[in-house]
């Protein structure tokens, strides 16, 4: 099986013109950030990929981590520490010593969108290298979907029609006879202070992925 170094991201991507005016703007205004595609991370070899949407402005995009320094990532992380998945409950920055266990976090689109919405034609543009790490999934991997456009990415990235598996939190669908793919609402800052996705509900998600990986 390959792994996911087999289709790296490229710092000097500028397939999407809009997201790399975006990013050359962001960067005058704050130098010091990543501004750049945000790899993935964690264990390479992990039984759970968890694909996000894209990198947060003051979170991932200034960071180089996955849902890290923004609010996004304040749940996801505890969860994944309380379920055994991290070394530690808070990911504070690319270099410190944090370790993802057998669970590696991605997103759709691998860099900073305006006003963090991206386009479809955005979504297709970054949606080979999501591809690349679904395939390299061992066969009844999980893997978890954090919001609609994440679980339709995952859907595009398999060739699967999106009418064919529709999104509906903690609903658990069976793809290519290989992965399962579950869903979630986004750990986003709306959803959790609005209440829609409350950490007892997520943590809810997380009691199934534990499950569906026990039963393999």
């Given at each position: 099986?390959?792994?996911?170094?087999?289709?790296?991201?490229?710092?000097?991507?500028?397939?999407?013109?809009?997201?790399?005016?975006?990013?050359?703007?962001?960067?005058?205004?704050?130098?010091?950030?990543?501004?750049?595609?945000?790899?993935?991370?964690?264990?390479?070899?992990?039984?759970?990929?968890?694909?996000?949407?894209?990198?947060?402005?003051?979170?991932?995009?200034?960071?180089?981590?996955?849902?890290?320094?923004?609010?996004?990532?304040?749940?996801?992380?505890?969860?994944l520490h309380k379920f055994g998945f991290s070394t530690h409950p808070v990911s504070e920055h690319a270099g410190d010593r944090l370790r993802l266990k057998n669970c590696r976090i991605t997103n759709?689109?691998?860099?900073?969108?305006?006003a963090n919405k991206p386009t479809v034609g955005e979504i297709k543009n970054c949606n080979a290298y999501l591809r690349n790490e679904l395939l390299a999934l061992q066969p009844d991997s999980v893997?978890?979907?954090?919001?609609?456009?994440?679980?339709?990415?995952?859907?595009?990235?398999?060739?699967?029609?999106?009418?064919?598996?529709?999104?509906?939190?903690?609903?658990?669908?069976?793809?290519?006879?290989?992965?399962?793919?579950?869903?979630?609402?986004?750990?986003?800052?709306?959803?959790?202070?609005?209440?829609?996705?409350?950490?007892?509900?997520?943590?809810?998600?997380?009691?199934?992925?534990?499950?569906?990986?026990?039963?393999?």
């Amino acid at each position: 099986m390959p792994t996911v170094h087999s289709l790296t991201y490229r710092e000097n991507c500028r397939r999407c013109p809009r997201i790399a005016k975006n990013l050359a703007f962001r960067k005058t205004l704050h130098p010091e950030y990543h501004c750049k595609p945000v790899a993935a991370f964690g264990d390479p070899d992990a039984q759970l990929l968890i694909v996000g949407l894209a990198p947060g402005l003051h979170g991932a995009n200034a960071t180089g981590r996955p849902f890290t320094g923004d609010h996004a990532g304040i749940l996801l992380y505890q969860t994944l520490h309380k379920f055994g998945f991290s070394t530690h409950p808070v990911s504070e920055h690319a270099g410190d010593r944090l370790r993802l266990k057998n669970c590696r976090i991605t997103n759709a689109v691998k860099c900073l969108p305006p006003a963090n919405k991206p386009t479809v034609g955005e979504i297709k543009n970054c949606n080979a290298y999501l591809r690349n790490e679904l395939l390299a999934l061992q066969p009844d991997s999980v893997v978890l979907a954090l919001g609609r456009i994440a679980h339709d990415a995952v859907l595009r990235a398999l060739g699967m029609k999106l009418s064919h598996c529709s999104f509906a939190h903690g609903k658990l669908y069976r793809i290519e006879n290989r992965l399962r793919l579950l869903d979630s609402y986004h750990c986003s800052r709306y959803n959790t202070q609005t209440g829609r996705l409350t950490r007892k509900q997520f943590e809810a998600v997380f009691s199934k992925v534990v499950a569906q990986m026990s039963d393999h």
